[in-house]
């Protein structure tokens, strides 16, 4: 036909385009502006094409009439092409609205990638009826949706301002092996591989590397991978999550918890006090707002009286499906944790677990030795996001934890070095990424948190 013949050519006499990224072009107002993205949404209206172009940092509105909208690339513009538009940047019409408040007005463009149309169109693949199957099979077509980007954007975000609250109390960043040969939270939910002929893990925590760190550079912190074969398909596990782990030397317990809560509430400042992360977080979770500190502080013993106030019940053991009272020595699980959290409606920190329910390394209580200086972080919505503990400091205490958990305590014996050397009073915790932007952008599951979410039998893409 006749438009197909349409072939553009750059008006070489038209000022020099600037070419920039959708996020910076407010200052371009009025000038000729070059950009590249995807075709996130287009619509025709009376032979003018509007396209909305997406390039990671943010949307833009591109007006296409006359010659431009009659090109065989204007003809059969599918969504997701990607695309190259130069013209002019205008404020939009009074009482019109766009993304950033202006549109580009196209004097030449071309398609770069032209994605397909019919039946393997981007709007065939993802759309409401995606299953969550499809949905994890196609993530990365997924991510490119505006809530999932917002999310994933949110976290680079989020990652920043822990580093920098972190950075500001002097806490440095270290970058501990991925592969170990000592567990630390339990021989059930490791990852065992052949590593040259020898048994090795992927680390569940890098707790016992950063203690190591104390006597040599001070306190530190890591934002690194754990793993966990964790058998359950809950909301809040993933086998690969990205944690948060913080360790300093001559503190107390409650210095720890105050630690803890500066660290949130100072990043979340930082988030809400920027303007980008600020539009994310109200873009995904418009009721936001910053929690009170000081946060509360209920002991397990406290928790469990709590608990049984409240008729909140856990279910027994005995195989019959019913439910029994908590009583004093019991795991609060799940369920049951995030029913009292969702009930007193801020974080809590739940401290002072009883020694057999936690981990071997936990220091105990002075003086109320069948409990240890430990803490859960709980926040409504989500639960657990940070558990934490001060570390046994006396060497033969340490040895007396190995045996009493059965752990061989020779591939342990860098650990147990830093009792021997000069020891300390010492304490850490680890913040689970995913759980904290679940809270933060108000997801439903950590699955969303994550760029390439790993749980039980998914590793793909
Ligand atoms: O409570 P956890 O197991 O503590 C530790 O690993 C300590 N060694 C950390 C330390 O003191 N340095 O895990 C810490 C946090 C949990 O509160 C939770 O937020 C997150 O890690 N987490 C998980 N997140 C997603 N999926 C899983 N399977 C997780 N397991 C733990």
Same mark, same amino acid.
């Given at each position: /036909?006749?438009?197909?013949?349409?072939?553009?050519?750059?008006?070489?006499?038209?000022?020099?385009?600037?070419?920039?990224?959708?996020?910076?072009?407010?200052?371009?107002?009025?000038?000729?502006?070059? !950009?590249?993205?995807?075709?996130?949404?287009?619509?025709?209206?009376?032979?003018?094409?509007?396209?909305?172009?997406?390039?990671?940092?943010?949307?833009?509105?591109?007006?296409?009439?006359?010659?431009?909208?009659?090109?065989? %690339?204007?003809?059969?513009?599918?969504?997701?092409?990607? !695309?190259?538009?130069?013209?002019?940047? !205008?404020?939009?019409?009074?009482?019109?609205?766009?993304?950033?408040?202006?549109?580009?007005?196209?004097?030449?463009?071309?398609?770069?990638?032209?994605?397909?149309?019919?039946?393997?169109?981007?709007?065939?693949?993802?759309?409401?009826?995606?299953?969550?199957?499809?949905?994890?099979?196609?993530?990365?077509?997924? @991510?490119?949706?505006?809530?999932? /980007?917002?999310?994933?954007?949110?976290?680079?975000?989020?990652?920043?301002?822990?580093?920098?609250?972190?950075?500001?109390?002097?806490?440095?960043?270290? #970058?501990?092996?991925?592969?170990?040969?000592?567990?630390?939270?339990?021989?059930?939910?490791?990852?065992? $591989?052949?590593?040259?002929?020898?048994?090795?893990?992927?680390?569940?925590?890098?707790?016992?590397?950063?203690?190591?760190?104390?006597?040599?550079?001070?306190?530190?912190?890591?934002?690194?991978?754990?793993?966990?074969?964790?058998?359950?398909?809950?909301?809040?596990?993933?086998?690969?999550?990205?944690?948060?782990?913080?360790?300093?030397?001559?503190?107390?317990? %409650?210095?720890? @918890?105050?630690?803890?809560?500066?660290?949130?509430?100072?990043?979340?400042?930082? $988030?809400?006090?920027?303007?980008?992360?600020?539009?994310?977080?109200?873009?995904?979770?418009?009721?936001?707002?910053?929690?009170?500190?000081?946060?509360?502080?209920? /002991?397990?013993? %406290?928790?469990?009286?709590?608990?049984?106030?409240?008729?909140?019940?856990?279910?027994?053991?005995?195989?019959?499906?019913?439910?029994?009272?908590?009583?004093?020595?019991?795991?609060?699980?799940?369920?049951?944790?995030?029913? =009292?959290?969702?009930?007193?409606?801020?974080?809590?920190?739940?401290?002072?677990?009883?020694?057999? $329910?936690?981990?071997?390394? @936990?220091?105990?209580?002075?003086?109320?030795?069948?409990?240890?200086?430990?803490?859960?972080?709980? =926040?409504?919505?989500?639960?657990?996001?940070?558990?934490?503990?001060?570390? @046994? /400091?006396?060497?033969?205490?340490?040895?007396?934890?190995?045996?009493?958990?059965?752990? %061989?305590?020779?591939?342990?014996?860098?650990?147990?070095?830093?009792?021997?050397?000069? #020891?300390?009073?010492?304490?850490?915790?680890?913040?689970?990424?995913?759980? $904290?932007?679940?809270?933060?952008?108000?997801?439903?599951?950590?699955?969303?948190?994550?760029?390439?979410?790993?749980?039980?039998?998914?590793?793909?893409?």
């Amino acid at each position: /036909s006749e438009a197909r013949k349409v072939v553009l050519t750059e008006d070489p006499q038209l000022p020099q385009a600037v070419k920039s990224k959708i996020l910076n072009l407010a200052p371009l107002r009025d000038q000729r502006v070059r !950009v590249r993205g995807w075709v996130h949404r287009k619509r025709e209206q009376s032979k003018i094409l509007f396209i909305v172009v997406r390039d990671g940092t943010g949307l833009l509105q591109a007006v296409l009439s006359g010659r431009v909208a009659q090109t065989y %690339d204007a003809l059969t513009l599918t969504l997701e092409s990607s !695309v190259e538009l130069v013209g002019k940047l !205008v404020e939009v019409p009074a009482g019109q609205t766009a993304p950033g408040g202006h549109e580009l007005v196209v004097d030449w463009w071309r398609t770069l990638g032209a994605a397909p149309g019919g039946a393997e169109a981007f709007t065939n693949k993802v759309n409401e009826d995606s299953g969550p199957e499809d949905r994890a099979n196609l993530r990365h077509l997924v @991510m490119r949706g505006e809530t999932a /980007s917002a999310v994933l954007t949110l976290r680079a975000h989020l990652l920043t301002a822990f580093r920098a609250t972190l950075i500001k109390h002097q806490l440095i960043e270290v #970058t501990p092996p991925c592969l170990v040969q000592t567990q630390v939270e339990g021989g059930a939910t490791l990852f065992k $591989l052949d590593y040259y002929g020898q048994p090795a893990f992927l680390t569940q925590s890098s707790q016992l590397y950063l203690e190591t760190c104390l006597p040599s550079i001070g306190d530190v912190f890591c934002i690194q991978e754990s793993f966990r074969a964790e058998n359950s398909h809950t909301r809040r596990h993933l086998s690969e999550y990205t944690h948060l782990e913080g360790e300093l030397a001559f503190i107390t317990f %409650d210095e720890l @918890m105050d630690h803890i809560e500066t660290l949130i509430c100072e990043s979340v400042d930082i $988030l809400l006090a920027n303007p980008h992360s600020a539009a994310l977080i109200k873009q995904l979770n418009p009721d936001f707002a910053p929690p009170a500190r000081p946060f509360k502080r209920l /002991s397990y013993v %406290d928790a469990i009286a709590w608990l049984r106030e409240h008729g909140i019940k856990r279910p027994a053991e005995d195989g019959s499906g019913g439910e029994v009272e908590h009583a004093m020595g019991d795991d609060i699980a799940e369920a049951a944790e995030r029913r =009292m959290t969702d009930i007193i409606g801020t974080p809590v920190f739940l401290h002072g677990f009883p020694a057999e $329910l936690k981990a071997f390394y @936990m220091k105990r209580i002075p003086g109320n030795e069948k409990f240890t200086e430990s803490c859960d972080l709980l =926040m409504p919505g989500v639960g657990e996001i940070v558990g934490g503990s001060m570390r @046994m /400091s006396d060497e033969q205490e340490l040895i007396a934890a190995y045996r009493r958990e059965g752990i %061989d305590p020779a591939p342990y014996y860098w650990y147990t070095d830093q009792r021997k050397y000069g #020891t300390c009073e010492h304490g850490g915790y680890g913040l689970g990424v995913e759980r $904290l932007l679940a809270w933060l952008a108000n997801r439903f599951t950590v699955r969303d948190c994550s760029l390439y979410p790993r749980w039980p039998g998914r590793a793909t893409p």
